[in-house]
Nanobody, 123 residues
Framework: QLQLVESGGGLVQPGGSLRLSCAAS????????IGWFRQAPGKEREVISC????????YYTDSVKGRFTISRDNAANTVFLQMNGLKPEDTAVYYC????????????????WGQGTQVTVSS
C-alpha cells in the first residue's frame, strides 16, 4: 500500500530552520513527482514546492522562494524540504504528496497524501 510519512516538524523561533522529510513506502518514489503543501488554521491548503522525478524541475510558490529548498534522494525513497529564515506566517501543518505529473502537483491536485507534520514559528 502506498504510504507517505512526514517528519521533522516542530517549534522554532523566527529566523530559524527546519528540515522536513517525506518517506515513502509501498511504492518506488522514482516514478512520482513529490510536492510539499501546507494548511494553516482557517486557510485553504496551498502548494509550496514540487520536485520532478529526476529533480530536473522544481517549483516554489513566491512566498518561500529563496528560503525553502526541495530535494530528493530516490535511493532512500525520501524527499526533503529545507526551510530557512522561517517566519510566523509559515506556521501550518505541512504535508507531502505524490503524483505522476509535475503539472498536477503544481495545481495542488496530488493523489496520495501523508498525514502531515506541524510546524510552528513563534518566539
Amino acid at each position: 500500500q502506498l504510504q507517505l510519512v512526514e517528519s521533522g516538524g516542530g517549534l522554532v523561533q523566527p529566523g530559524g530552520s527546519l528540515r522536513l522529510s517525506c518517506a515513502a513506502s509501498g511504492f518506488t518514489l522514482d516514478d512520482y513527482t513529490i510536492g510539499w503543501f501546507r494548511q494553516a488554521p482557517g486557510k485553504e491548503r496551498e502548494v509550496i514546492s514540487c520536485i520532478s522525478t529526476t529533480s530536473r524541475s522544481a517549483y516554489y510558490t513566491d512566498s518561500v522562494k529563496g528560503r525553502f529548498t526541495i530535494s530528493r534522494d530516490n535511493a532512500a525513497n525520501t524527499v526533503f524540504l529545507q526551510m530557512n529564515g522561517l517566519k510566523p506566517e509559515d506556521t501550518a501543518v505541512y504535508y507531502c504528496a505524490a503524483t505522476r505529473l509535475f503539472s498536477v502537483c503544481v495545481a495542488n491536485k496530488s493523489a496520495y497524501w501523508g498525514q502531515g507534520t506541524q510546524v510552528t514559528v513563534s518566539s
